[in-house]
């Protein structure tokens, strides 16, 4: 019972403190820039603001295009049931391995993907190749990623991976340093972020993200931004999950949660803050070196994976 | 304490030579050092034809019947190199007005050079005869780019950019060598002595010893002038002063292969000796035949000269790589006498075009008109190199391509293949440049420079007719320590 | 020498992630385009060489270690990056480096010499006992990632930075897999270092005056006939 119960909290934690932690990357951001941010509070305003307006469908386009923003944002919310994220062992868990969850993150992709090309408009479906492009480089690169870590603990059940590691005192084995770079290169691309994509600005020579959700307005709109930003805390809190993992409570042990708690909290400003000053720093890379970027990301994977069965560790 | 006395004749030499070595008194003092040096190294063969093979400070330097007669061809090469580069080098000064700072780095970086090569000879430990290695090729890098012209850069920059990946990989073979000594002899710092490993080299993993020896074989190789590692050679050997280029053949070549025969009987110990010899054989042919067809191509008389230098290192090392007593002697005979002639090669070549102000062989026409005593020196010293028969190399050439029929019969024609092809790319461009009318408006060379030719020359006959009694004692000895 | 037991369990995974730091750097260098990055790696390279030599020391408890892991971060950490970063101001070499291969391609090369490096090294592995399981086949790697970038790479400082990472790789392997070569020899290595990088500033200089560039597609007179 408590079990499900953390389940349900663990959702609706990340659903509702996903704006917030985008919004406290923004801010971040905007003071490392030597401007003044908006505070953490604006994507929620944004969001209710746009819940509250018209959504208009585009001319021509058929169901793909209304079901589209309901099934992003349903893939992420399920994903971000299986994910251990306050704790191991959740009743969701053995739904769904590393793979499965790939999948789920590529399910919503290919939602998005479609959606943009049926609007049939040459931005959004310029957009969309562009997706594409960084995506079909950026899956194997997470999946080599993930596979060191199910190499390390041999199993490809996330659940069992973070329970695995967080008993290793030395969770950063040489492989997995391998990985964890891999990995946030991978984050980096996957959440249209600088170097790989710029979320602030609607430059149709640059844009990648924006471009496909440029016909999409109201509470469409509001689902997908929303369910990007989800997306985002996801992927830090994989990143976490496999790196950090410390701290994270066993299924339905209530006494731990205080602690999973802070340490969770913790580990998200820091990552918000390592984010925030990575985004600062790095400039954009022109479109067509982001393949490049890639295939770096996916090489370091593969070189995790090596040196797993080299130092096996 | 003799091996001792060498080294540090030939170190001090390092410093007065960077103070006090311009104008005439730096030749003179050059030629006294080495001078110096060859009495030492005299006397050190004589302990040693007394006392046989000994160790000296705590084990760390050590001469024995192998690297006697390789100091002996240095200190000899030494010196002669020195007497040529009096008279050669004050022409060169002249030539590129090259500044007194200028001549005193050439003759300490000179000497340098010659001093690493003896640390190398005499050391004991492996690992100082890899940095005695590696300082051979940093001392010999602004010597070769001594004339700050754009081909002499082009070729030092190749000479250091290739020598020192290849000495790194020996590094890491010496690392390994290491790694392999320290589970039998303990963490020591005597582990990486050569008489310490002989000792134990039964015992030495062999899987360790295996990728060792190939990685000291690819870096000490790149030395040797190996194919497929030979590029930076040609270059090097052409575009520094010709007396570089004879220290670099008659010396450096030498001594990057005594280094690799050094491993070798280490891991002969842990291996099959089959392993070691097999590389040696496989790399010996395919240089000495590259090396062939190379010469063919040349236009450049150094640069012809500096590929028959590959093809003879290729030889040598063939014929330690077949291992039988008879053929590890003519190796290290080959050795010698290819010490001996081609930088008796260089220096006559060299004088050749310094006065003709060119070195394109079709320009380098009748040395014979232009002074008999240098038309002499050349048509000898090229004939020696070919394998004429009164030197020592014919000798070695017959007791390698013998001790080839007996072991490897069908290696036989490869050899010979590479013997003719490489005799028929240099002999007709001999004539040619031999024969014929001078050209006009060049000035006889001096006599002096040409003196050590006929030196080293005389000696190489010796060699090849009746080599000392006590030679042919250290050689059988040395060959005898390379079977195991 | 041994490693004392406590040291086991902290120390050599510490080792190992040193390591695998090494062939990230090395990864990362070859990766990079721009020459002040690429010294920045190398200094880099440099403290982790020092931290992997310090952290031997500590654990064998070998005095010359620590006397050597000084040596590492003074030179390959402070002083050659910093001259490094020096000529390249004064010679004015303009920023970017121009890779042969693209880099992708150059990265797919170096996954292939990690893989041979790995599986060369494999047999070694398989002899020792836990504590240097590995290091010969990462630092091998990272010698060759590095050799990789002085084929790929036209700058003259890009090479001589290729170089000394290969120096580096070198160093680690001898401290981590030997647990530290002979002193002797050790000195005479870092000696010869050192000369080799005053020898190479010389050269700099020479080639500066010679050609106006540091570019060695000037460097390709020379040919075969």
Not at chain 1, 154 to 159: C, D, E, K, N
Not at chain 2, 455 to 471: D, I, N
Request: with cysteine; glycine share 8%.
């Amino acid at each position: 019972m408590t079990a499900i119960l953390m389940e349900v909290a663990q959702v609706l934690l990340v659903a509702f403190l996903a704006p917030l932690f985008a919004g406290l990357l923004r801010a971040l951001r905007a003071i490392l820039q030597n401007r003044r941010p908006a505070g953490c509070w604006q994507n929620y305003r944004d969001l209710y603001r746009l819940f509250h307006k018209e959504s208009l469908q585009a001319e021509g386009t058929s169901w793909l295009f209304r079901f589209a923003p309901y099934g992003i944002f349903a893939a992420f919310c399920l994903a971000a049931g299986i994910i251990p994220i306050l704790a191991t062992g959740l009743p969701l868990a053995p739904a769904a391995d590393v793979i499965a969850l790939v999948g789920l993150f590529a399910l919503a992709r290919v939602f998005q993907v479609l959606a943009a090309m049926d609007t049939g408009t040459p931005f959004a479906t310029l957009g969309a190749h562009r997706e594409m492009l960084i995506a079909g480089l950026a899956e194997p690169a997470l999946l080599a990623t993930l596979f060191t870590a199910s190499l390390l603990s041999q199993s490809t059940s996330l659940s069992v991976i973070v329970a695995h590691l967080e008993q290793l005192r030395f969770a950063l084995h040489p492989s997995m340093v391998f990985a964890a770079t891999a990995f946030f290169m991978v984050l980096l691309a996957e959440n249209a972020r600088i170097p790989v994509d710029n979320p602030a600005t609607h430059l149709e020579l640059t844009m990648i993200h924006e471009a496909m959700l440029l016909e999409y307005s109201g509470r469409h709109l509001a689902l997908m931004e929303w369910g990007a930003q989800i997306k985002l805390v996801l992927y830090v809190a994989i990143g976490i999950a496999l790196f950090l993992p410390w701290g994270i409570a066993p299924a339905g042990q209530l006494t731990a949660l205080p602690l999973t708690l802070t340490a969770l909290l913790l580990k998200f400003a820091a990552a918000a803050l390592a984010l925030a000053s990575v985004e600062t720093l790095l400039a954009k890379l022109r479109l067509f070196r982001a393949p490049e970027f890639m295939a770096t990301a996916f090489l370091l994977g593969v070189i995790g994976l090596l040196s797993f069965f080299m130092l096996g560790a | 304490m003799s091996i001792l006395l060498v080294l540090i004749c030939a170190a001090i030499g390092i410093p007065l030579l960077a103070l006090w070595g311009d104008g005439r008194r730096g030749a003179v003092m050059f030629i006294g050092i080495n001078a110096l040096v060859l009495l030492a190294i005299l006397a050190l063969a004589l302990r040693v034809l007394w006392n046989g093979p000994f160790t000296t400070g705590d084990g760390q330097f050590m001469v024995d019947d192998l690297s006697i007669v390789l100091v002996l061809v240095a200190g000899v090469v030494g010196l002669g190199t020195a007497f040529f580069s009096r008279s050669y080098m004050a022409r060169e000064i002249v030539h590129w007005s090259l500044s007194r700072r200028r001549v005193r780095l050439y003759h300490a970086m000179f000497q340098t050079f010659l001093t690493t090569m003896l640390l190398a000879l005499l050391t004991n430990n492996m690992g100082i005869l890899w940095v005695a290695m590696e300082g051979a090729t940093l001392s010999t890098v602004l010597l070769v780019s001594l004339f700050h012209t754009a081909e002499g850069l082009e070729a030092a920059w190749k000479y250091f950019i290739l020598c020192g990946v290849g000495l790194a990989m020996a590094l890491f073979g010496t690392i390994l060598l290491y790694f392999a000594a320290q589970k039998v002899l303990g963490h020591d710092a005597n582990a990486l002595l050569w008489t310490h490993l002989k000792t134990v080299r039964h015992q030495l993993q062999p899987q360790v010893m295996a990728i060792a020896f190939i990685f000291m074989l690819v870096g000490y190789g790149t030395k040797i002038g190996l194919s497929p590692l030979n590029n930076w050679l040609p270059d090097a050997h052409a575009s520094g002063p010709s007396s570089v280029s004879a220290a670099l053949s008659g010396l450096l070549l030498n001594v990057a292969l005594y280094a690799v025969l050094r491993v070798k009987v280490l891991v002969d110990g842990a291996l099959d000796p089959d392993f070691s010899g097999r590389l040696l054989m496989g790399f010996g042919v395919l240089s000495l035949l590259v090396a062939a067809f190379s010469i063919l191509r040349q236009r450049d008389v150094k640069r012809l000269f500096a590929y028959s230098s590959i093809e003879h290192m290729g030889l040598a090392t063939f014929a330690f790589g077949i291992g039988t007593p008879l053929a590890s002697f003519a190796g290290l005979l080959h050795m010698i006498s290819h010490s001996l002639t081609k930088s008796a090669v260089f220096f006559s070549v060299g004088q050749a075009v310094q006065s003709i102000g060119s070195r394109e062989i079709q320009r380098i026409r009748g040395l014979l008109e232009l002074s008999p005593f240098l038309g002499w020196a050349v048509m000898l010293a090229v004939l020696f190199i070919l394998g004429m028969p009164p030197s020592g190399i014919f000798l070695s050439e017959f007791l390698i391509v013998t001790s080839t029929l007996q072991v490897q019969p069908w290696l036989t024609p490869f050899l010979l293949l590479g013997l003719g092809v490489t005799f028929a790319g240099i002999f007709p461009r001999l004539q040619g440049m031999v024969f014929g009318p001078a050209p006009a408006g060049v000035d006889a060379p001096p006599v002096s420079g040409i003196v050590p030719v006929f030196v080293q020359l005389s000696l190489v006959v010796v060699l090849g007719v009746f080599v000392p009694w006590t030679l042919i004692q250290w050689m059988q000895h040395a060959a005898r320590l390379l079977h195991g | 020498m041994t490693i004392a037991a406590q040291g086991l369990t902290w120390g050599i995974p510490l080792l190992r992630l040193l390591a695998a730091l090494l062939l990230l750097l090395a990864f990362a260098m070859l990766a990079q385009r721009r020459l002040l990055t690429l010294i920045h790696l190398l200094a880099w390279q440099g403290v982790v060489l020092a931290a992997g030599t310090a952290l031997v020391a500590l654990l064998t408890g070998q005095a010359e270690l620590w006397f050597s892991a000084t040596l590492t971060l003074a030179l390959k950490a402070i002083l050659i990056p910093m001259v490094l970063h020096r000529l390249l101001r004064r010679l004015q070499v303009r920023g970017d480096v121009e890779a042969v291969l693209n880099i992708p391609v150059t990265l797919l090369a170096g996954i292939a010499l990690v893989i041979f490096a790995f599986s060369l090294a494999a047999p070694i592995s398989a002899l020792t006992g836990t504590v240097t399981r590995g290091m010969v086949g990462i630092a091998l790697a990272a010698v060759l990632l590095a050799f990789l970038m002085m084929i790929t790479r036209h700058k003259a400082i890009s090479q001589v930075v290729g170089f000394l990472a290969i120096d580096n790789g070198l160093f680690f392997a001898a401290t981590s897999a030997t647990l530290g070569m002979p002193m002797v020899v050790e000195l005479g290595v870092a000696l010869d270092a050192l000369i080799g990088f005053v020898i190479l500033g010389i050269f700099f200089f020479q080639m500066r005056e010679t050609f106006d560039s540091m570019d060695l597609r000037h460097l390709e007179r020379i040919r075969e006939e």
